[in-house]
């Protein structure tokens, strides 16, 4: 069967209607995510991501049920006390964008409907905008300020950080002309984003902050054989990033689809922050280590090089800076 945007939208509602009609604490569901955009399917698998706001705290904040072995329902689960503020919410770099765009399925109370009111209300003044950017560029930079006043020793505890630090500028700049990016496609897109506020190089300048320009076809199967690996070792714990593990279709088709496309580094992202995920929440085992610590080492974020390249985080992290205030200045 050929699952369009369309029928998946139909499949969401479907649940919707379902669930609440068996849930009476359900006050709203939303949908959100890549299929409001289009099709969510990256090599043939996707999700549709849902919110289900709760007229208490939740039992629990996320969960996974599948459609399909290649689609699945990918659902928050939300208290209403967070949507009681609206005009904040739309300061909020995932919220704001959330929300704004965000297509109701149930929403008997009107609940969904005030807060969207609310954040869009204007959303796209270049204040607003600002906001939401400032926030996601000022934790990057805080970062990298925190590694001048004390360098990193262990690379098992620094590269998370580092990453997430290069997804927030990444992001700061992406909700500049449009949502923020969710992992799989942040480096499929990123590009687009930066030439759509007058910066074509700014996704290269991306690769190379990964160091994976020169990566061969060759060297980025290899690796993925090994986050399979380590995939597997994960599933043997069950309670450590479960839904991580719940998702490996979802990242596998991906994965496979992008490392064998025309332009690989697209794919280095995901398989790099996945991957990393997966060793940092397994510190104990070493055997997992080797292979992720030899791709570092590649990358040239192991020893002295990772000194430089937080020198070219620094840089990239000026032109991110810079961009968010030509964007957000207003009329001259």
Same mark, same amino acid.
């Given at each position: 069967?050929?699952?369009? *945007?369309?029928? +998946?939208?139909?499949?969401?509602? /479907?649940?919707?209607?379902?669930?609440?009609?068996?849930?009476?604490?359900? $006050?709203?569901?939303?949908?959100?995510?890549?299929?409001?955009?289009?099709?969510?399917?990256?090599?043939?698998?996707?999700?549709?991501?849902?919110?289900?706001?709760?007229?208490?705290?939740?039992?629990?904040?996320?969960?996974?049920?599948? $459609?399909?072995?290649?689609?699945?329902?990918?659902?928050?689960?939300?208290?209403?006390?967070?949507?009681? @503020?609206?005009?904040?919410?739309?300061?909020?770099?995932?919220?704001?964008?959330?929300?704004?765009?965000?297509?109701? +399925?149930?929403?008997?109370?009107? &609940?969904?409907?005030? #807060?969207?009111?609310?954040?869009?209300?204007?959303?796209?003044?270049?204040?607003? =905008?600002?906001?939401?950017?400032?926030? +996601?560029?000022?934790?990057?930079?805080?970062?990298?300020?925190?590694?001048?006043?004390?360098?990193?020793?262990? =690379?098992?505890?620094? %590269?998370?950080?580092?990453?997430?630090? +290069?997804?927030?500028?990444?992001?700061?700049?992406? %909700?500049?002309?449009?949502? !923020?990016?969710?992992?799989?496609?942040?480096?499929?897109?990123?590009?687009?984003?930066?030439?759509?506020?007058?910066? *074509?190089?700014?996704?290269?300048?991306?690769?190379?902050?990964?160091?994976?320009?020169?990566?061969?076809?060759?060297?980025?199967?290899?690796? &993925?054989?090994?986050?399979?690996?380590?995939?597997?070792?994960?599933? @043997?714990?069950?309670? /450590? &990033? !479960?839904?991580?593990?719940?998702?490996?279709?979802?990242? &596998?088709?991906?994965?496979?689809?992008?490392?064998?496309?025309?332009? !690989?580094?697209?794919?280095?992202?995901?398989?790099?922050?996945?991957? #990393?995920?997966?060793?940092?929440?397994? !510190?104990?085992?070493?055997?997992?280590?080797?292979?992720?610590?030899?791709?570092?080492?590649?990358?040239?974020?192991?020893?002295?090089?990772?000194?430089?390249?937080?020198?070219?985080?620094?840089?990239?992290?000026?032109?991110?800076?810079?961009?968010?205030?030509?964007?957000?200045?207003? *009329?001259?």
């Amino acid at each position: 069967m050929r699952f369009t *945007p369309q029928i +998946l939208r139909q499949h969401a509602q /479907v649940l919707a209607e379902k669930e609440s009609k068996k849930n009476r604490d359900l $006050l709203s569901i939303y949908l959100r995510g890549s299929l409001l955009y289009g099709s969510p399917l990256i090599g043939g698998a996707g999700d549709i991501d849902l919110v289900f706001i709760h007229n208490s705290p939740p039992v629990q904040e996320r969960e996974i049920r599948k $459609l399909t072995p290649e689609i699945t329902f990918d659902i928050e689960h939300h208290d209403q006390l967070v949507y009681r @503020k609206p005009r904040e919410l739309r300061l909020d770099p995932w919220f704001g964008p959330t929300l704004q765009d965000a297509v109701p +399925l149930y929403d008997p109370r009107h &609940l969904l409907d005030y #807060t969207q009111s609310g954040v869009r209300s204007n959303f796209s003044f270049p204040e607003n =905008i600002r906001a939401r950017s400032t926030k +996601l560029i000022t934790e990057a930079r805080q970062f990298w300020m925190d590694r001048q006043i004390s360098p990193p020793h262990n =690379i098992l505890e620094e %590269l998370p950080a580092f990453l997430a630090a +290069l997804e927030q500028a990444a992001n700061a700049v992406a %909700l500049l002309s449009g949502p !923020p990016l969710a992992t799989r496609r942040l480096g499929m897109e990123f590009s687009r984003r930066g030439e759509a506020v007058g910066a *074509p190089g700014l996704g290269s300048a991306f690769s190379h902050l990964l160091g994976g320009v020169d990566l061969s076809k060759d060297t980025l199967a290899d690796w &993925l054989g090994s986050w399979i690996a380590a995939l597997d070792t994960l599933k @043997k714990h069950p309670d /450590v &990033l !479960p839904v991580l593990v719940e998702q490996e279709t979802y990242y &596998l088709a991906a994965l496979e689809k992008l490392l064998l496309s025309p332009n !690989p580094i697209h794919g280095l992202w995901p398989l790099l922050t996945t991957w #990393t995920a997966i060793v940092s929440v397994l !510190p104990d085992q070493t055997a997992l280590q080797a292979p992720w610590i030899k791709a570092l080492t590649v990358l040239g974020f192991a020893g002295k090089d990772y000194q430089i390249r937080l020198v070219a985080l620094d840089s990239f992290l000026e032109i991110c800076e810079s961009l968010i205030d030509k964007e957000t200045s207003g *009329p001259a």
